[in-house]
Each structure stands twice: as structure tokens, then as C-alpha cells.
């Protein structure tokens, strides 16, 4: 009996995937190969580690406690091949870089060039659903964002977490009180990006979580434009508390109901390959603070 590298790639091909089919394209095999190194493992050891459900295989109790530990030891012979192919990349090369905040994405691309210098990063910026179609159609090799989908299709890893927080010009009001409740923030001009947001996705998650409907005086498509739009004595806006690194003219006060950190990570389509994606996933321990 033995759990071979060629047996455990399938079964997690299969986890990740769903079915045969989608897992021999995603390896590179025959169909077929991939179903006989499934069951002979089954067969080796007397277990059963998938039940079909139409054309979909769903994976047992046992294929899943197996597959917490052999993914991990996927992950570590993809960081072992990568070591070993990396040499002519770290040459050269060119690293596709999608961000929803400006930060922390600049401080993760910043500790990933101070360890490679010679590699170009391209960076896309934009909103959580222009990111997130860049990733699914390959537009970008990696991504950092956070709200990300808890889809198989995706490889996660949480960089650091933040909330998100109001953000004024430091000469109102709001600047002196230090934190504030969501109710008081309705005697104000608020500013709001549009729907396709994740930072405006959790404001009004929160105002309608306290049975509130705000009228926005100002919406913005752009970070860049809620930013503006405050510094200008315009309106209370609404940031993650590291989205951006400016400071001139910008306050930022935590408000009660979404004093709540929540992950942003680096994430990549499942297969996608290459070194510098596994070494920008690993650049994340080089960031302060790491």
C-alpha cells in the first residue's frame, strides 16, 4: 500500500475540481488515469473517498481530513519547484499584479521587490469586481482584496486584516470624538462609492443592520474620488483603515458597528503557475509587521 505523489495530485484534483473530467484537464492527464489512481487507493487502503451525486463527486468525511494534509504538502513541493525554477525568473521576468486598496497591496509589492529587484511588476488597480475579473480571466497573475469568494477556483492566503472607517477632513466636527456611532454619522453629508465596492458593501450592510437608509450627498466610483471629495470639505466618507497611505487633509474616526477587522488577502486562480506567484505569496512574511 502506498500514498504515491501521482495518487494524492489526483484525489486533490478531484477535491478542488468535482469530478474526473475537470481534474485530468487540470493535470494534464487522461480521464481515465485519474479515476484508476483514485480507486486503486481506495482499493489499497478499504476506504471511500468520494460519493457521486449526479456528475459531481463529493468528497467524504475521510477525503476530507485526508485532503487538509496533502494539500499542505502540495503547497510545499510547489515552493520546493519554484525555488528550483526560479533562477532565470528572478533574472528577469514580469509579475501581474491586481489590487482593490492601494494598500496593503503596495506594501506586499514593496516587500516582494526589496526581495526581488530585478523582477517588473505591472499593477492593475480598480474596484472588488474589475480585481476579480482580472484574476478569472487571467488578466492578472495574483491579486490582493478582500472579500474573496470562498470558491475552489481560488488559492487564499490572508495578508493582514482591517476594518473599514469613516474618514473626514480633519477640521470637522467628527474628528474630535474619536469614535462614533453609525446613528451619528446621519447629521452629515456622507459620501459613498458605488454598489460594485467592497468598502461600500459593508457600510451599507451596517446601516441597515441599525434600520438606517442614508442618502448620500456625493457618490464616487474611485477611491481617488472619495478621497478627493473629503479632503474638500465635501462629506463624511468611508475607507479600510489601510486602503490608502495619504494623510493631507484626511481624518479617519472608527465608527462602532463596523469596528470589526476582516481579512484582505493575496489570492490566485487554483493552477496557476509559476515561481514569482509563489514567491509574492511568500513575500507576505516580509511585510512589517509580519
Known sequence: MALTSARMRAVNAVFETGNFSSAARRLG?????????????????????????????????????????TSRLAAMEADAIGILEQREELAGGELRVGLGNSMPGMALISAFKALYPKIQVRIEIGNWSEIMAAVTDQRVDVAVLPEVPQDRRFRCEVCLSQRVVAICHPEHPLNVQGQMSITGLMQYPLVFRTR???????????????????????????????????????????????????????????????????????????????????????ARHAMPGA
Open 196 to 282: 460594485n465596492s467592497s468598502t461600500q458593501r459593508i457600510v451599507d450592510k451596517a446601516f441597515r443592520a441599525s434600520g438606517l437608509r442614508p442618502e448620500p450627498a456625493i457618490v464616487v466610483n474611485s477611491r481617488e474620488g472619495m478621497l478627493e471629495a473629503v479632503a474638500n470639505r465635501l462629506g463624511v466618507g468611508f475607507l479600510w483603515e489601510h486602503g490608502s497611505s495619504r494623510t493631507d487633509r484626511i481624518a479617519k474616526v472608527v465608527v462602532s458597528e463596523m469596528d470589526i477587522a476582516l481579512p484582505e488577502y493575496i489570492f490566485a486562480l487554483f493552477g496557476t503557475k509559476g515561481a514569482l506567484v509563489e514567491l509574492f505569496f511568500n
Open 29 to 69: 492527464v487522461s480521464q481515465p488515469s485519474i479515476a484508476q489512481l483514485v480507486r486503486d487507493l481506495e482499493a489499497d487502503f478499504g476506504v471511500k473517498l468520494f460519493d457521486r451525486h449526479g456528475h459531481h463527486l463529493m468528497a467524504t468525511p475521510l477525503c476530507r481530513q485526508l485532503y487538509a494534509t
